[in-house]
């Protein structure tokens, strides 16, 4: 039996009361909360609106469909988990490190999240792999043009390595090794993205004797 998610501390809000921006955002927000909790497949309107301390109708209003807020909810964490990569990867002299420990803070802290966790991750692989397809195609373009950047690489190569980045991120998460060894898992992917965007560049040691996830992938 499905049961609400409540928030004691809500209190329903007028959205004239902050700009429209910082109300989406307070829902999106919310959202993430509610598929961490409850998944795509349980989370209600309602239970989104409770969260944001709005009233249904002020979170229509926002967003009319369901599959909107999902939407502009997961576009918001891809985004964020690109801006932070980038950011982190930004610190190192080396790229080739600075986006293995990029990509290890990132799966320790996605390995944390409810969300990433079957069943729930299962959900979520299956939106993209439906519904957000064209979102997961987006990102591979993102992070592509992002690791052209970083490592001053053609673009074409760049965006290869883009959506392997992404595909591996989620393929280490399905499989638990994410969570289980994000120091592992972020050398293997950091090292095959290095090696696609950036032939001949420094590779990291021992990543040939490193185990890759199960041949099941995610697939659009």
């Known amino acids: 039996m ?5 928030n004691p501390d809500a209190t329903v809000l007028s959205p004239r009361l902050e700009p429209v921006a910082e109300t ?3 829902i999106i927000d919310a959202c993430g909360r509610m598929l961490d909790l409850l998944g795509y497949r349980r989370f ?4 989104v609106a409770a969260a944001a301390g709005l009233s249904r109708q002020s979170l229509i209003n926002y ?6 807020l ?5 576009e918001d964490r891809m985004r964020t988990f690109e801006t932070v990569l980038v950011a982190r990867v930004a610190s190192f002299d080396d790229p080739v490190e600075g986006l293995r420990v990029a990509l290890r803070e990132n799966l320790e802290t996605l390995g944390a999240m409810p969300g990433t966790r079957p069943p729930l991750l299962d959900d979520m692989i299956e939106y993209l792999a439906g519904k957000g397809a064209s979102l997961l195609v987006d990102q591979f373009h993102r992070t592509g043009k992002a690791l052209a950047g970083i490592f001053d690489a053609d673009p074409t190569g760049a965006d290869i390595a883009g959506e392997a980045l992404v595909r591996l991120v989620l393929s280490f998460l399905m499989f638990d090794e994410g969570q289980r060894n994000p120091d592992r898992a972020a050398t293997v992917i950091a090292s095959t993205v290095a090696g696609i965007v950036a032939p001949g560049r420094m590779q990291i040691p021992g990543v040939s004797d490193i185990a890759m996830p ?3 992938g995610v697939s659009t």
């Open 24 to 26: 989406r955002q307070r």
């Open 214 to 216: 199960d041949k099941r």
């Open 2 to 6: 499905h049961a609400r998610a409540e």
């Open 44 to 47: 209600r309107m309602e239970d």
């Open 63 to 68: 967003f009319p469909k369901k599959d909107d």
């Open 70 to 74: 999902v939407w502009a909810t997961t």
